[in-house]
Every structure is written in structure tokens, then in C-alpha cells.
């Protein structure tokens, strides 16, 4: 089945305690991406990939970094949590980047990791 | 800095009805939009995606149309089902890969 996995669905942690929520499709897809979602403020972006070893920030970067050695996986790694960082946390992929024209490219969504920092 | 909204926040209908939620964007220098539904405690399910040089997209009941230059976008639902009510939300895409959300429109359809 072809699916966007996270793990964990779930993490409570205490602050400063490095953590790293995993993210693996596949469907061979060359784009992935994260994002968080908060009441009142909606779904943001966190960081991007368009292809293997290319990241990207994206519009809320602060705290959280993110590799892209291989094709199908793509962590997000919180160094330093803090309490600001409850949040739900979002994977996606897509086909391709929005750079490529020749495909419709939606968005497949991981089933979200619910993070609370205490 | 490109800023999505929607409009409503939040909708009930009766079901049957036909109904339209609408997506607005300040940057008209777009690569796409998508529409997305969340149901609650769930991911998001991909609804439509149009590129930037076509005008509408249409999948069973739904169907979504895009004017750039006007930076509006709507979703229109027919015949409206209780299984329909979700939040919706749409997104829109910068040609680098960055991706902009809306908050949402929270659709309820009654029996």
C-alpha cells in the first residue's frame, strides 16, 4: 500500500531532550516535506526537500532540522525541544517539486505525530 | 510575503445543498493550488490540484477553480452529504517547493 509513515504517533518528552520523528514513503517520491499545525494558526511549513541531499527552509525553520540521504526517508530532528514546539507534526511527499511541469503532483500526508514538551 | 485565507471559518449546511468555500491569495505569482480535507485526528487527503496555467479541475461532486490574476480560488461541493463534513483547506505553491496554507473552512452537513 503505497503510504507516507511517522513515528511516533505519539511523544511526550521534557525539554532539551534531542528527539527525532521519522518519515518514510514508498512511493518514490522525489519531494517531501514537513510541517507543524497549531490552533489559530493552521498548518506551516517547516522544512522541504525537492530531491535527495536538497533541503529547504520553510516558513518556520527555527528549531528543527531535517536530512534527506536517501529517497525515502526524511527525519526531522529537534536538537534542543522546548515547550513551543507542542505541536502536531505533519509529513508529506509528492512526485515531484513544484519546479517539474510534467506531473499533477499532490501532496500524500502522513497520518501526523502529536509532540508535547513539558 | 504570500498570505492564504479562507472564508468561512466555519459552515453548516443542510444536506443536499450545493455550496462553495473560498480560498483567497495576496501573491498572484503562484506554481499551484491544492485543496485538501482534514477529518478530525486524521491526515490530510489531497482533493484537487491545479497547476498554474489551468482555470478549473473537477473530481465526482467537486470541482475547483483557480483565477490568478484575481488571487481567488473556490471549491465548489454538489449535493452535499454528511460524509462530506471535514475541514477543508487549501494550499497554495511557490515555484521552489515552499508551500502556504489557509486556515481552513470547517464544513458540517446535516441529516
Known amino acids: 500500500e503505497a503510504q507516507v509513515t511517522q513515528n511516533p504517533r505519539y511523544l511526550i518528552t521534557v525539554t532539551g531532550k534531542k528527539l527525532t520523528v521519522t518519515c518514510s514513503q514508498n512511493m518514490n517520491h522525489e519531494y517531501m516535506s514537513w510541517y507543524r499545525q497549531d490552533p489559530g494558526l493552521g498548518l506551516r511549513q517547516i522544512y522541504y526537500s525537492m530531491n535527495v541531499e536538497v533541503t529547504d527552509k520553510g516558513d518556520v525553520p527555527e528549531g528543527y532540522k531535517v536530512s534527506r540521504k536517501e529517497k525515502r526517508n526524511f527525519p526531522l530532528i529537534l536538537e534542543s525541544p522546548s515547550p513551543n514546539q507542542t505541536s502536531l507534526y505533519f509529513c508529506a511527499s509528492s512526485i515531484r517539486g513544484a519546479l517539474s511541469s510534467s506531473y499533477n503532483s499532490p501532496l500524500h500526508f502522513g497520518n501526523g505525530t502529536r509532540l508535547t514538551v513539558t | 510575503k504570500q498570505e492564504v485565507t479562507q472564508i468561512p471559518a466555519a459552515l453548516s449546511v443542510p444536506e443536499g445543498e450545493n455550496l462553495v468555500l473560498n480560498c483567497s491569495f495576496t501573491?498572484?505569482?503562484?506554481?499551484?493550488l491544492q485543496w485538501f480535507r482534514q477529518d478530525p485526528g486524521k491526515g490530510l487527503t489531497s482533493l484537487l490540484l491545479?497547476?498554474?496555467?489551468?482555470r478549473e479541475q473537477t473530481s465526482g461532486r467537486l470541482n475547483a477553480s483557480l483565477d490568478k490574476s484575481s488571487g481567488r480560488s473556490t471549491l465548489y461541493i454538489a449535493a452535499s452529504q454528511p460524509g462530506d463534513s471535514a475541514t477543508y483547506l487549501c494550499?497554495?505553491?511557490?515555484?521552489?517547493?515552499?508551500?502556504?496554507f489557509g486556515k481552513g473552512t470547517k464544513l458540517s452537513v446535516k441529516p
Open positions: 494550499a497554495v505553491g511557490g515555484s521552489q517547493g515552499n508551500l502556504i
Open positions: 491545479i497547476q498554474s496555467s489551468q
Open positions: 501573491d498572484s505569482a503562484i506554481y499551484n
